[in-house]
């Protein structure tokens, strides 16, 4: 085997195993919180439930608190990769609405949808973690700036449009995650079309009754 592919191979692997570490650590986090409660949950706890050390832990998350939200910066680039694939001249807000919608994004990146919803309930009830899942929006949306930016053509420090649609995408994101953990009844997707559906039609621009 050449020496460059036996190195990519490699680093493939290293990836893999990284990703693999970092799952195992956000899975056992949310299970002992939902087990001990946040308040009680440590790092100690999270680190003997996956075996490692928690100099491990903390090559991986700067805290417990970050250990039990989504992953902005996976999720952005994940997203900003399908953006990129969209067709030029689609309309901007119809963008955002696909990259969102094609596939469940926020579950895509766990384990699945109950344990999405319970890591949704379990960061709407604790205000700690909620300001932890508006920093990792915030992520969401500076990428959201960039790429529409870029298909736009515009700069966006001159440009406002970019922002502006960027922020309704994050607005949309945050109402639909708030809304689906507070009912599970629906898929995510259908309540963010739903979000882009009001938008669309201009319901929230007309007078109220």
């Not at 899975?27 to 491990?56: K, M, Y």
């Not at 067709?87 to 807000?93: A, T």
């Not at 508006?134 to 298909?151: G, H, K, N, Y």
Request: contains cysteine.
């Amino acid at each position: 085997m050449p020496q460059e592919t036996a190195t990519v191979e490699s680093q493939g692997r290293r990836e893999r195993k990284k990703a693999e570490t970092r799952r195992a650590i956000r899975d056992a986090a949310l299970e002992r919180a939902l087990e001990l409660g946040v308040e009680h949950l440590t790092v100690t706890e999270i680190t003997e439930a996956v075996d490692i050390s928690p100099r491990t832990f903390f090559n991986y998350f700067g805290c417990k608190e970050d250990a039990l939200v989504a992953d902005g910066t996976e999720l952005a680039d994940q997203l900003r990769e399908r953006a990129r694939a969209r067709p030029l001249d689609e309309v901007p807000l119809d963008t955002l609405r696909a990259v969102l919608t094609e596939s469940d994004s926020m579950i895509a990146a766990e384990s699945g949808r109950e344990q999405t919803l319970a890591r949704q309930r379990l960061i709407q009830a604790h205000p700690s973690l909620a300001a932890r899942q508006l920093a990792q929006f915030a992520v969401i949306e500076r990428t959201f700036v960039e790429v529409l930016a870029e298909r736009m053509g515009v700069d966006a420090g001159e440009d406002l449009r970019p922002a502006v649609l960027a922020a309704l995408a994050q607005g949309v994101l945050r109402a639909a995650m708030g809304r689906w953990s507070a009912d599970g009844s629906e898929p995510l997707v259908t309540v963010i079309s739903r979000a882009f559906d009001l938008l669309h039609d201009g319901v929230l621009t007309d007078p109220p009754g």
